[in-house]
């Protein structure tokens, strides 16, 4: 796998992820009081554990349950420009500048308690590396909302991270799992997240980072559904077809653990519609043959008490791109 520490700044998105049963892991990470000092948080954090998954699990909630996202410095950004580091001389005098600054964003972001996905990304990737464990800083696009479904043109302004542990790389995505979504609960985070699940919302610089047995092109990663936050929160797998651009004819269906008392629906600008659902033992499917719905839709879950949760996006009506 190759390094990269670029010198770039990025935009976010508010979604978050399900995982297996972290909290006492979670519980030890949160009691941690704040501190500037990288190495004794790092190791406070990671001593009572053996295994890298435990160590990054601990490093990953103690971030995103004590730095907060940076809106006035993205804005800023966004006003002035994002604009990349220019660095000059040898080989490795470049090399020094990049990681001389690296460590100035990290020394800031615990500063200020808070930062872009730079510098959540950055910080993360220290404090792994200080705990002995292999870790990346990935950068890329980030598909942040339904309408860009088919646009190819999504910017390279996000970041996140690759982990090696107990040796097998995981992906994660610290910025994604703040405040910015359910802060409550970071084990609904972008931690070791599927890779085909991640590729729905996340496509790397680098397609060694995208983890799949076959590399996605910008354009199948462009044409994929728009994943919302209840995708992996409600166990969402197996959906058909792995598109995001459909048409009424396509089999539109997807496997889920529905909680007792809820039912799938399909919503339009919020307001739920009467396509019919079929369930045949394994799948669950979508029958639009009979409607006139067009354009951005959403697959929902209708909980019990009445509150639909999004799982994730779709146009319908147009042709499918492969």
């Known amino acids: 796998m190759k390094k990269k520490f670029l010198s770039l700044f990025f935009i976010v998105s508010s979604l978050v992820i399900y995982g297996q049963d972290y909290s006492t892991i979670d519980a030890h990470a949160k009691s941690i009081k704040y501190t500037k000092d990288l190495a004794k948080l790092t190791d406070k954090l990671t001593l009572p554990y053996q295994d890298d998954e435990s160590k990054v699990r601990s490093i990953f909630v103690w971030i995103a349950s004590n730095i907060e996202y940076d809106h006035k410095k993205l804005a800023k950004m966004q006003k002035n420009g994002f604009k990349k580091s220019r660095f000059y001389g040898s080989i490795q005098e470049i090399k020094a500048q990049r990681l001389a600054q690296i460590q100035d964003f990290i020394a800031e972001t615990l500063d200020d308690k808070k930062g872009v996905c730079q510098d959540f990304s950055w910080l993360f990737q220290a404090m792994c590396l200080h705990a002995g464990i292999e870790c990346e800083f990935i950068t890329g696009a980030g598909k942040t909302r339904p309408t860009l479904i088919g646009q190819q043109n999504i910017p390279a302004k996000h970041a996140w991270n690759a982990v090696k542990m107990n040796g097998k790389w995981a992906l994660m995505d ?27 919302s996340h496509f790397p610089d680098d397609a060694d980072w995208q983890l799949l047995d076959s ?108």
């Open 174 to 200: 610290v910025t994604w799992s703040t405040g910015m979504g359910e802060k409550e609960d970071f084990g609904k985070g972008f931690f070791n997240l599927d890779p085909k699940t991640m590729i729905m």
């Open 215 to 322: 590399v996605y092109s910008k354009l199948t990663f462009a044409n994929l559904p728009y994943l919302y936050s209840g995708f992996i929160k409600y166990g969402v797998s197996d959906i058909t077809p792995f598109y995001g651009k459909v048409n009424k004819l396509d089999s539109i269906g997807l496997k889920i653990s529905l909680p007792e008392g809820s039912k799938l629906v399909i919503s339009k600008n919020r307001k739920n519609t009467n396509v019919p659902v079929h369930y045949d033992g394994y799948r669950h499917y979508f029958d639009f043959s009979k409607s006139a719905l067009s354009g951005n839709i959403d697959v929902c879950i209708l909980l019990a008490e009445g509150r639909v949760e999004p799982l994730y996006s779709l146009s319908i009506g147009v042709g499918r791109t492969n």
